[in-house]
């Protein structure tokens, strides 16, 4: 699956469904990045219901704990879909009293309550794994579901690079975060085909091996996931596309010189901009006031923002 290809598809998917041009770029207008994270939601937990039905029931028949877990971690990625989806119908609500910058911030919660859960999964077969490895239970291989497997990991990459290309058109780590889920479980799902050959012949220990690796794979997602939940939650610098976006915006006017401290407060769907202005050191104070409204409006314009100009007059020698 080269890049083109699933982003020329992911962009036609979006033209079609949702009436949504989006091949030009990052989109921030919030009714347009909450029917993006929709349809992400949805042609997720679709997938993943699909599938874990299966792996669960052929895992059972099998008696094989690294398909069983494998099962259950698809499943759960159709909670965390159900949580992105949450996520962006609680974040579109309006400013309040208590919110005034809205509550955009929501989908990083989602983001880390994806990852508490991952995390939790992750332990959970980790110490079924283990208990498993000591008994060595027998498990039915067959290559039947081997290939299944593979099939199914193929299906997975597929919807992780489909998240991540419409996480990245909308800056959206609930997104993102989504896709490293089904990313994992692409995995996974290849250890388990593995596993279960080897079952076959009579390794059964293996079945317990890639069960734990499975689990590592689940414990490390969540962990990083994590960390990048809270990362933006406590404020990260802005995404270099974004600063660059808001210079050229400035620059674009005559008069403007140079542009710099450009701070980026991050609210998921809304952001406050404040960035520094060197202005031609002619201009008078209503000319150079009368600039900098003019550079906030063109900001506000191409991004979903409130923002602020600080000016400065260029020093002249």
Do not use: Q
């Not at 579109?92 to 994806?114: Q, T, Y």
């Not at 414990?219 to 994590?226: L, S």
Request: net charge neutral; with cysteine.
């Amino acid at each position: 699956m080269s890049y083109n290809f699933i982003k020329k598809s992911t962009d036609y998917l979006v033209l079609k469904l949702l009436k949504i041009n989006s091949s030009g770029g990052k989109i921030f207008n919030p009714e347009e990045r909450k029917k993006i994270a929709y349809l992400e939601s949805w042609v997720s937990i679709i997938g993943n219901i699909f599938l874990a039905v299966i792996k669960l029931v052929l895992g059972f028949i099998m008696n094989s704990i690294s398909l069983i877990a494998d099962g259950v971690h698809t499943a759960s990625d159709v909670f965390t879909s159900a949580v992105v989806l949450l996520g962006f119908k609680f974040s579109a609500a309006p400013p309040d009293e208590k919110h005034p910058f809205g509550h955009g911030r929501v989908e990083f919660l989602a983001s880390l309550l994806i990852a508490v859960m991952l995390i939790f999964v992750g332990f959970e077969f980790g110490k079924s794994s283990y208990e498993r490895f000591l008994t060595n239970e027998k498990v039915t291989g067959n290559i039947l579901v081997a290939i299944f497997m593979l099939a199914s990991a193929v299906i997975k990459e597929w919807m992780s690079r489909f998240s991540i290309e419409l996480g990245n058109k909308i800056s959206a780590g609930a997104l993102i975060a989504d896709a490293w889920h089904h990313r994992t479980d692409a995995i996974a799902s290849v250890l388990v085909a593995v596993a279960i050959i080897f079952s076959k012949y009579g390794y059964y220990r293996v079945d317990a091996v890639f069960g734990f690796l499975v689990s590592a794979l689940i414990v490390y997602t969540g962990g990083t996931m994590a960390y990048d939940s809270c990362s933006k939650l406590i404020g990260e610098i802005g995404e270099e596309e974004l600063v660059k976006k808001v210079k050229e915006a400035a620059l674009s006017f005559p008069g403007v010189i140079d542009v710099h401290k450009v701070f980026i407060h991050d609210y998921g769907a809304y952001k406050e901009i404040s960035l520094h202005v060197v202005m031609d050191g002619t201009l008078n104070f209503y000319e150079a006031h009368e600039l900098s409204e003019k550079i906030e409006r063109l900001i506000e314009e191409r991004i979903h923002c409130r923002a602020t100009v600080h000016g400065e007059p260029a020093r002249t020698v």
